[in-house]
Nanobody, 126 residues
């Protein structure tokens, strides 16, 4: 059973940084993708970043490109999302999710993934 645990959220001032972690376990295949999604109150879910296990290809939404960096530590089965230059509009609940045999594409990020962890709250004050 695939399990995902997101952590690292918190309260930060605008311009600050946070690093989210997603601990993953239970994959029986080597070909999977792990993505970060967020949802702010009253807004639709947004797929913001993704990394592929097979080739390391990454994806970023335009809203976070240049500010957020996704990376993985395969030895720890953990994916990180380094968030810099945070803005109040980045305030949301952040979720990590995973799926097998998918690529990190805009379509994947829009449709969502099969496995989800509990979210972690990120609040950016102005």
């Amino acid at each position: 059973e695939v399990q995902l645990q997101a952590s690292g959220g918190g309260l930060v001032q605008a311009g600050g940084s946070l690093r989210l972690s997603c601990a993953a376990s239970g994959f029986t295949f080597d070909d999977y993708a792990i993505g970060w999604f967020r949802q702010a109150p009253g807004k639709e879910r947004e797929g913001i970043s993704c990394i592929s296990s097979s080739d390391g290809i990454t994806y970023y939404a335009d809203s976070v490109k240049g500010r957020f960096t996704i990376s993985s530590d395969n030895a720890k089965n953990t994916v990180y999302l380094q968030m810099n230059s945070l803005k109040p509009e980045d305030t949301a609940v952040y979720y990590c999710a995973a799926d097998v045999f998918v690529a990190c594409t805009p379509s994947t990020m829009y449709d969502g993934m099969d496995y989800w962890g509990k979210g972690t709250q990120v609040t950016v004050s102005s």
